[in-house]
């Protein structure tokens, strides 16, 4: 069983930065791959960007590369996001989800996740 906890949503201006936080308890963290995930009022909930279980393979949605990136320190138990020249349009609840196999090409599926935060609230303003 791991449980995830999100941190470090709040309002930010466009252009600014945000780094998101994800704590996991459970001693087997080095084993999941996380993904960030959103999800907009009206919308469906949608892959942000995954990383494998060592770090070495990331993967983001079009509309954040080069500006998102995630990174995660096993030590810690810890996944980030950080969000450097946010849009309006990225205003949503962030989760953070953990799935218990490699990275693979369908690690962007959120139905393919074991595990998630209970989400924060990520507001650009314009």
């Known amino acids: 069983q791991v449980q995830l906890v999100e941190s470090g949503g709040g309002l930010v201006q466009a252009g600014g930065s945000l780094r998101l936080s994800c704590a996991a308890s459970?001693?087997?963290?080095?084993?999941?791959?996380m993904g960030w995930f959103r999800q907009a009022p009206g919308k469906e909930r949608e892959a942000v960007a995954v990383?494998?279980?060592?770090?070495?393979?990331?993967s983001y949605a079009d509309s954040v590369k080069g500006r998102f990136t995630i990174s995660r320190d096993n030590a810690k138990k810890t996944v980030y996001l950080q969000m450097n020249s946010p849009k309006p349009e990225d205003t949503a609840v962030y989760y953070c989800?953990?799935?218990?196999?490699?990275?693979?090409?369908?690690?962007?599926?959120?139905?393919?996740?074991?595990?998630w935060g209970q989400g924060t609230q990520v507001t650009v303003s314009s």
């Open positions: 989800a953990g799935a218990l196999r490699p990275y693979s090409s369908r690690s962007r599926d959120p139905g393919g996740y074991d595990y």
């Open positions: 459970g001693r087997t963290f080095s084993s999941y791959t």
């Open positions: 990383i494998s279980t060592s770090g070495g393979i990331t």
